[in-house]
């Protein structure tokens, strides 16, 4: 850092107190940190993207504990930056009684709807982009098991699972999809030991293509799947280079995306409630050079199928959020 | 022998130490291209400068000043609890249920019922250890530091799956009723002129853990049970010399100081969230070991070791925000103060027990 | 490091007067903040002799000791050995300065075997073998010159205490030690180890060895030494020939005043059983029986002994009746019986029943260091209503205003009622159990060690403490390892071994030679000892 971050430190400081505004945008990153070689990550990129091809500069923090979510949300709105943009759900709370407090500040959550009206609210349809490496799976698997690690146990890693299991079914309807939860607390998201012993345990049960959707944890689920063989599917970043040619494809879910779109429109950010799915290449399946070889033409041709479905309404993937079930497991 | 006067043991190395680990931690600040001097009154500035500051930076040590108080109570038993953390969870769980039993009329009402209820649940979950230890020996060490898990485990299990509203991706309970709003700063001292800051957390439980204080000194220093729980402490075998029952003060002491853990609660959970959130305690129960060690156990030094470490939590959070110092730098300079304060103790102490003594010889020759 | 000794070689040399002194002491001064530990100290020690240090605790012996041994530096001073001044800064420079030194509390690995700690700290290289292996031929050697046998082989766990401080002496040979420091080497041994070992302590002096041997026993060192030093208060104040001084005038240089070494009293008139004790049984946590069935009965106005080398069942016989350890069997408490199970009792009802207990250890049980005298003037009686200011809260200035008031009556010094039990002087601790336990006009005392530690000074207003309480008609069960002790205060004294009970002797008939062989088991009822001197 130069000495010229320091004194814009120092004047920021300084703007706290007197409450000059400025009208740079800020990211607040969620508890895990923001080089997770996921969510957060994907939502740093998309900044720096931003900062990168406007030479604009923005602020960030990571937070360290719950209390401070509300506290960072209201001390960046009360130093006039905007918009600002939150990375995970569990701001939600926060942000609606601090998008009350400051009406002319422009507020983007990601993951979560938050009903306000200077909050733009972005979802990402992962049961869609599930869907699609679901179907991969069902090609890639040469018998009819196959399986999916997740982080902690709540309704939006289901949601991830029961698309995956649909689109494994679309093709496999008699197959078998393992489920696994790594925990039910925030430790979840971190525990690549225990992604490694449930990928161990599932190969066991005779699982042939793993999916990950489980942040830090999903790093020793592919290192997993990469030494026992097996393929495996990265999920929100593009993973396919962690351990090339294990991989089959990543879920990835276009976080940077939606924060390098809040940061361009700036101040004028367009709120309401937006959905990113595969008709607007929110989510997807990951195709580069080093998955190149595991993708047969006849997969190919099955996922490019489903999009085209999915995207026209003939398929309609079910949300498990939506009511907390799911038809295919 | 009188080394040292005991205002130098109860000032005078405490402040060297911080002063110490101020030094140390403007050192690594420096060594990452920041200005220590900058960062240092970003900190004080954060966590005093506003009201808003202040608040937070009481709300926190509100939550240590529990939490410590509870570390104290059993270390007088001689008994290391270091279960703060899940006995503050599980008081938080019965905050929780007290809270969303019925539609409380009033504060009032729902203060007292939300404490025994957050008494009742933290004493809940130290006395199984407890029960263990006076009764089978197992190492309460061992068996309170399970706890914290099998705490968390079960406060999981109830999030994800009992207490969870219908639908939402949040893992925390439904928002308590308006009527169980613990009044804020701002609410509290409006009527007397004085402004604070009305979207800062800290509140009335502040003053229950002042009155815990309090209380924590007449228990401790002019009871009988006290009395006896600072005897089974110093030595187990001339407390059943004098008839004391060694298995009932060790299932006692921890009764209490689960209950001072689970009382946390009332702040972060009732005064601040105002719903149970999962891992609410955040490293509190931790941080009251710290706090104990740093306060020598007594109410006194506990109240100003927690109103350190609330200003060590709010200030590094301001310098997180203002400074671009990643959080992970915040935590060394938490962990240089509590290095210093509390385990580097003696570092200090000795050259300054030197020091008394020479100037002692100086005076008497 | 070579391990032959030089014993051989030294037998010839016989001691001249003309030798460099083995070891002297010039000016020594240590000060610990205020308090002058040692004062100007000087000692010449001639080789092949041996000299006695006494003195009462905190004269400084022990910190003269360590100075010896390294583990403190003196403020001045310098020490000399064979003539050359030497500086010592640890234990290690003690060694090879030939310096070995016999701990009170011995510094042995239980689980380890003899010959493995004999080596401890003295290896010769990384493998454990020949180390070995030479420690074994040496020790072969020095246990036939000195009688220090000891079965190498064996744990140092299933030693006996003799034994152990046998493998202590070993150590310091075994490292070439020429000059040979005991502290209280008799304070855990029966009285035929006690003289087993002064027969290896001659046996040494007569190979050429030098010994100090530190200690607050009259007797020992006038049946040993050669040449006594005297401390008092830090300072030197007296060094003698032996056989030109007396038991009575070593005690007054100790003391600085007169001392009666004999305890004056009345002949006991005993009155009705106070405690009436049936086939007692304890067995202890391990499930050893440790009192194994003991029948014996106090009565009022008299003084009951019981002696015994220390671990023979003394120690439960006074934490049974003092209501801390369970047992079975009768005891009768004024003709009423008491609960042994600890289901309805613990010390407190003990108390409520008029048993008052000064216990054997004070640091452990009697006395909590930590806390102030006014606090360990109730404790154990910190239930009493007159201690209560209300429901809720104890009457803490009350207590401290008894606490000042008996602490003038029994000459507690300093009277400070606000002061740390850890500051007070052992004399002065046991003077606060003591009043705490006779001020609540007990009809049983039970006293353990009673002058363990104690200074002669505060030994004498002990006694005569225990005296008067006996002669308001009140029943005293004394245990002492201390054989002088038990002969002058008892009216009947009892002999324990094994947890049984080996006879019952009257002071004026017996004598210590006889109390000791029963001590170590032996009864030989038909050969009476010689009278009591």
């Known amino acids: 850092m130069t000495l010229k971050t320091t004194f814009l430190g120092a004047a920021a400081a300084l703007a706290l107190t007197s409450g000059a505004a400025l009208a740079d945008p800020a990211i607040i990153f969620d508890l895990g940190g923001k080089f997770d070689k996921s969510f957060n990550e994907a939502a740093y990129n998309g900044a720096e993207r931003w900062a990168k091809e406007t030479g604009g500069s923005y602020r960030d923090v990571e937070l360290q504990s719950d209390a401070q979510r509300e506290q960072a949300l209201r001390r960046f709105a009360e130093s006039g930056f905007n918009p600002i943009v939150m990375a995970g759900f569990s701001f939600a709370t926060a942000l609606e009684t601090v998008a009350k407090d400051f009406p002319d500040t422009k507020f983007a959550i990601i993951d979560m709807v938050v009903d306000a009206p200077n909050v733009r609210s972005v979802v990402f349809n992962e049961h869609e982009g599930s869907y699609l490496v679901g179907i991969a799976a069902a090609y890639a698997a040469k018998g009819d098991t196959v399986s999916f690690v997740g982080?902690?146990?709540?309704?939006?890693?289901?949601?991830?699972?029961?698309?995956?299991?649909?689109?494994?079914?679309?093709?496999?309807?008699?197959?078998?999809?393992?489920?696994?939860?790594?925990?039910?607390?925030?430790?979840?998201?971190?525990?690549p030991v225990k992604g490694g012993e449930l990928t161990r345990a599932q190969i066991a049960d005779g699982s042939e293509v793993v999916f990950a959707a489980a942040g830090g944890t999903g790093l020793g689920v592919l290192q997993t799947a990469a030494d026992e063989g097996i393929l495996s599917i990265g999920v929100d970043s593009n993973q396919n280079y962690l351990q090339p040619g294990s991989v089959l494809t990543s879920m990835v879910k276009r976080v940077d995306n939606a924060v390098y779109d809040a940061f361009m429109q700036g101040e004028n950010l367009e709120t309401g409630f937006f959905a990113m799915g595969l008709a607007n290449d929110g989510v997807g399946a990951a195709m580069d050079e080093y998955n190149a070889a595991l993708i047969t033409p006849e997969m190919k041709a099955a996922m490019d199928d489903a999009t085209a479905k999915i995207i026209s309404g003939e398929v309609v993937v079910h949300d498990y959020m939506s009511d907390e079930s799911c038809p295919a497991y | 022998m009188n080394k040292m006067p005991k205002w130098a043991d109860a000032v005078l190395i405490p402040l060297i130490s911080i002063l110490l680990a101020f030094f140390f931690s403007g050192l690594v600040i420096w060594a990452i291209g920041k200005d220590p001097v900058v960062a240092i009154k970003t900190m004080v500035q954060g966590a005093f400068g506003s009201t808003s500051g202040i608040s937070y930076t009481l709300y926190y040590a509100t939550n240590f000043i529990f939490t410590g108080l509870a570390v104290a109570v059993a270390y007088h038993a001689r008994l290391f609890n270091i279960g703060g953390e899940g006995q503050a969870m599980l008081g938080g769980l019965g905050v929780t249920l007290v809270c969303l039993a019925i539609p409380w009329p009033h504060w009032t009402l729902a203060l007292p019922a939300a404490?025994?209820?957050?008494?009742?649940?933290?004493?809940?979950?130290?006395?199984?250890?407890a029960w263990l230890q006076a009764k089978r020996g197992s190492h309460i060490v061992i068996t309170t530091i399970m706890f914290n898990y099998i705490g968390a485990a079960l406060l999981g299990y109830l999030l994800t799956k009992?207490?969870?509203?219908?639908?939402?991706?949040?893992?925390?309970?439904?928002?308590?009723?308006?009527?169980?709003?613990?009044?804020?700063?701002?609410?509290?001292?409006?009527?007397?002129?004085?402004?604070?800051?009305?979207?800062?957390?800290?509140?009335?439980?502040?003053?229950?853990?002042?009155?815990?204080?309090?209380?924590?000194?007449?228990?401790?220093?002019?009871?009988?049970?006290?009395?006896?729980?600072?005897?089974?402490?110093?030595?187990?075998?001339?407390?059943?010399?004098?008839?004391?029952?060694?298995?009932?003060?060790?299932?006692?002491?921890?009764?209490?100081?689960?209950?001072?853990?689970?009382?946390?609660?009332?702040?972060?959970?009732?005064?601040?969230?105002?719903?149970?959130?999962?891992?609410?305690?955040?490293?509190?129960?931790?941080?009251?070991?710290?706090?104990?060690?740093?306060?020598?156990?007594?109410?006194?030094?506990?109240?100003?070791?927690?109103?350190?470490?609330?200003?060590?939590?709010?200030?590094?959070?301001?310098?997180?925000?203002?400074?671009?110092?990643?959080?992970?730098?915040?935590?060394?300079i938490q962990a240089l103060v509590i290095m210093f304060t509390g385990a580097l103790d003696n570092m200090v102490r000795m050259p300054l027990e030197k020091l008394f003594v020479a100037l002692n010889r100086k005076k008497e020759a | 490091?070579?391990?032959?000794?030089?014993?051989?070689?030294?037998?010839?040399?016989?001691?001249?007067?003309?030798?460099?002194?083995?070891?002297?002491?010039?000016?020594?001064?240590?000060?610990?903040?205020?308090?002058?530990?040692?004062?100007?100290?000087?000692?010449?020690?001639?080789?092949?002799?041996?000299?006695?240090?006494?003195?009462?605790?905190?004269?400084?012996?022990?910190?003269?000791?360590?100075?010896?041994?390294?583990?403190?530096?003196?403020?001045?001073?310098?020490?000399?050995?064979?003539?050359q001044e030497v500086h010592i800064a640890d234990s290690q420079e003690a060694i090879s300065a030939g310096i070995g030194m016999v701990f009170q509390h011995f510094k042995l690995v239980e689980n380890f075997t003899v010959l493995e700690n004999v080596i401890l700290g003295a290896e010769d290289g990384g493998l454990l073998k020949p180390s070995l292996a030479k420690a074994r031929k040496l020790l072969k050697q020095l246990s036939d010159e000195y009688e220090l046998s000891v079965d190498p082989d064996a744990l140092i766990e299933d030693l006996s205490v003799g034994h152990q401080q046998r493998v202590e002496i070993l150590k310091a040979l075994y490292r070439q030690a020429d000059i040979l420091i005991l502290d209280e080497p008799t304070g855990v041994l029966t009285p035929a180890e006690a003289d087993h070992l002064f027969r290896i302590l001659k046996g040494?002096?007569?190979?050429?060895?030098?010994?100090?041997?530190?200690?607050?026993?009259?007797?020992?060192?006038?049946?040993?030494?050669?040449?006594?030093?005297?401390?008092?208060?830090?300072?030197?104040?007296?060094?003698?020939?032996?056989?030109?001084?007396?038991?009575?005038?070593?005690?007054?240089?100790?003391?600085?005043?007169?001392?009666?070494?004999?305890?004056?009293?009345?002949?006991?008139t005993p009155g009705k059983p106070v405690v009436e004790v049936e086939n007692l049984r304890v067995i202890d946590e391990q499930g050893v029986e440790r009192l194994k069935g003991i029948s014996l009965e106090v009565r009022e106005g008299e003084i009951l002994g019981i002696c015994g080398v220390a671990g023979n069942g003394q120690t439960e016989l006074l934490e049974v009746l003092g209501g801390y350890v369970n047992g079975t069997g009768t005891v009768r408490m004024n003709g009423e019986e008491i609960d042994l199970s600890g289901k309805h009792s613990n010390g407190q009802t003990r108390r409520a029943r008029g048993i008052a207990h000064v216990p054997e250890d004070r640091h452990d049980e009697g006395l909590i260091l930590e806390f102030q005298a006014w606090e360990n003037m109730v404790f154990g009686y910190h239930h009493a209503p007159e201690?209560?200011?209300?429901?809720?809260?104890?009457?803490?200035?009350?207590?401290?205003?008894?606490?000042?008031?008996?602490?003038?009556?029994?000459?507690?010094?300093?009277?400070?009622?606000?002061?740390?039990?850890?500051?007070?002087?052992?004399?002065?601790?046991?003077?606060?159990?003591?009043?705490?336990?006779?001020?609540?006009?007990?009809?049983?005392?039970?006293?353990?060690?009673?002058?363990?530690?104690?200074?002669?000074?505060?030994?004498?207003?002990?006694?005569?403490?225990?005296?008067?309480?006996?002669?308001?008609?009140?029943?005293?069960?004394?245990?002492?390892?201390?054989?002088?002790?038990?002969?002058?205060?008892?009216?009947?004294?009892?002999?324990?071994?094994?947890?049984?009970?080996?006879?019952?002797?009257?002071?004026?008939?017996t004598n210590e030679g006889e109390l000791g062989l029963m001590m170590a088991g032996i009864t030989d009822t038909n050969t009476n000892g010689e009278k009591a001197q």
């Open chain 3, 387 to 509: 201690y209560q200011k209300n429901a809720l809260l104890m009457d803490n200035a009350g207590i401290k205003a008894m606490t000042q008031a008996s602490m003038d009556k029994f000459d507690v010094r300093p009277p400070n009622p606000k002061l740390e039990a850890k500051s007070f002087s052992g004399g002065n601790q046991q003077k606060i159990v003591l009043a705490r336990e006779i001020e609540r006009n007990p009809d049983l005392l039970l006293v353990g060690q009673p002058t363990r530690g104690v200074d002669i000074g505060a030994i004498e207003f002990i006694h005569q403490q225990i005296v008067a309480l006996r002669d308001e008609g009140k029943a005293i069960l004394l245990v002492s390892v201390e054989l002088d002790e038990i002969l002058s205060l008892s009216d009947r004294i009892v002999v324990m071994f094994d947890g049984q009970i080996m006879g019952e002797r009257l002071p004026a008939e």
């Open chain 1, 151 to 191: 982080g902690m146990d709540i309704p939006l890693i289901s949601k991830f699972a029961c698309g995956y299991a649909q689109g494994f079914k679309a093709v496999k309807p008699e197959g078998k999809v393992i489920v696994n939860m790594t925990g039910t607390t925030p430790s979840a998201w971190n525990d």
């Open chain 3, 1 to 83: 490091m070579s391990v032959q000794t030089d014993t051989g070689r030294q037998a010839t040399a016989a001691p001249t007067a003309s030798a460099a002194p083995a070891i002297e002491l010039r000016g020594i001064s240590k000060a610990f903040g205020p308090v002058q530990a040692n004062k100007d100290i000087s000692i010449s020690v001639a080789k092949g002799s041996i000299h006695g240090i006494i003195g009462e605790n905190g004269a400084g012996k022990s910190t003269l000791m360590s100075i010896l041994y390294g583990f403190y530096k003196a403020d001045a001073g310098h020490i000399l050995i064979n003539g």
């Open chain 2, 115 to 129: 404490m025994i209820g957050g008494a009742l649940f933290g004493a809940g979950w130290a006395f199984i250890p």
């Open chain 2, 162 to 332: 009992v207490l969870k509203v219908k639908g939402s991706m949040l893992t925390e309970s439904a928002r308590f009723p308006e009527g169980a709003h613990l009044p804020n700063f701002s609410e509290i001292f409006a009527p007397i002129g004085i402004n604070f800051s009305p979207n800062a957390p800290a509140n009335m439980a502040f003053f229950v853990a002042l009155l815990c204080t309090f209380a924590f000194w007449i228990l401790i220093w002019k009871t009988r049970l006290g009395y006896e729980i600072r005897a089974y402490g110093q030595s187990e075998t001339a407390a059943k010399y004098a008839g004391i029952a060694p298995a009932r003060i060790v299932i006692i002491a921890m009764l209490i100081s689960g209950a001072l853990a689970g009382l946390m609660a009332i702040n972060n959970v009732m005064g601040e969230a105002e719903r149970l959130i999962d891992n609410a305690v955040e490293g509190a129960g931790f941080i009251g070991i710290a706090v104990a060690l740093m306060g020598r156990n007594h109410p006194i030094g506990i109240l100003l070791a927690s109103i350190l470490f609330g200003f060590l939590y709010q200030g590094g959070a301001e310098l997180s925000f203002w400074e671009s110092i990643p959080r992970e730098l915040v935590v060394v």
């Open chain 3, 204 to 268: 040494l002096k007569e190979q050429g060895k030098t010994i100090i041997l530190i200690t607050h026993k009259l007797r020992e060192i006038m049946e040993i030494t050669d040449t006594v030093s005297v401390m008092r208060r830090g300072e030197m104040t007296a060094t003698v020939k032996t056989h030109e001084t007396s038991p009575e005038q070593l005690a007054e240089l100790m003391v600085g005043r007169k001392v009666l070494l004999r305890v004056d009293k009345k002949p006991a």
